[in-house]
């Protein structure tokens, strides 16, 4: 079974700062996924990045990144110069590593960027 | 093009009616799923088809049904609509990878009154 916490309901920041978005998960899986999805008012579920938990090296997307630490299993979202389409619900999810399993939601965090 | 696509987009009904929603996918994906999102954001599976088979079938009651013609398509049947049935159900698709990345539609808002 798996588990997904995020801790922050609710955050903001203002235009062009950094913020980090926070997630902690459980899992008797060996391997497995982690993802960020950002869903913004239009509704749409938009995924923002993925972290193979075998791989050490922390996944990149452009200003999206993460922090995995599997240790510890916390599993943040850093998004650098924050833009005003960043404003969106973000969720952590978690998948075991094999196909057609289902995602795991945490409760979501609402980030929003203010002008 | 549109890779997974929903209908309706929005429905309202009364209480105690039977609807569907229908779910298409143009990606060639193996796997279809249905998720919930209450009120508070939350989103839960619901179902997973592989291939035209069931494969996950969460805790739901069985006025929820699921059928899937063939693999590009997942439609769902909710019999006698309550008021807690008042949610937002996306349906996703995936190619069973080991990436397990899940593709979205954009959702049906449906409203019981």
């Known amino acids: 079974a798996q588990t997904v916490t995020q801790s922050q309901p609710e955050m903001s920041v203002q235009e062009a700062e950094t913020v980090t978005l926070s997630c902690t998960y459980d899992?008797?899986?060996?391997?497995?996924?982690l993802f960020w999805y950002k869903q913004p008012p239009s509704r749409q579920m938009i995924l923002v990045i993925r972290?193979?938990?075998?791989?050490?090296q922390n996944a990149t997307e452009n200003r999206f990144s993460v922090n995995f630490q599997k240790a510890a299993k916390s599993f943040s979202l850093k998004i650098s110069d924050s833009q005003l389409g960043d404003t969106a619900m973000y969720f952590c999810?978690?998948?075991?590593?094999?196909?057609?399993?289902?995602?795991?939601f945490g409760t979501g965090t609402r980030l929003t960027i203010i002008p | 093009d549109t890779a997974v696509s929903q209908t309706p987009k929005y429905l309202v009904t009364q209480m105690g009616n039977d609807k569907s929603i229908k779910c298409e996918q143009n990606?060639?994906?193996?796997?279809m799923y249905w998720y919930k999102q209450d009120s508070k954001k939350f989103l839960k599976i619901m179902f997973s088809?592989?291939?035209?088979?069931?494969?996950i079938n969460e805790t739901v009651p069985n006025r929820f049904s699921p059928k899937s013609p063939d693999k590009a398509h997942l439609n769902l049947h909710i019999n006698s609509l309550e008021l807690g049935d008042s949610a937002v159900y996306f349906c996703?698709?995936?190619?069973?990878?080991?990436?397990?990345?899940?593709?979205f539609g954009p959702g049906t808002r449906l409203t019981v009154l």
């Open positions: 990606l060639g994906h193996d796997t």
């Open positions: 999810a978690s998948a075991p590593n094999f196909g057609n399993e289902k995602l795991t």
């Open positions: 899992t008797s899986e060996s391997n497995y996924y």
């Open positions: 996703a698709s995936s190619s069973g990878t080991r990436s397990n990345e899940q593709f």
């Open positions: 088809y592989n291939n035209k088979e069931l494969i």
């Open positions: 972290q193979e938990a075998y791989k050490q």
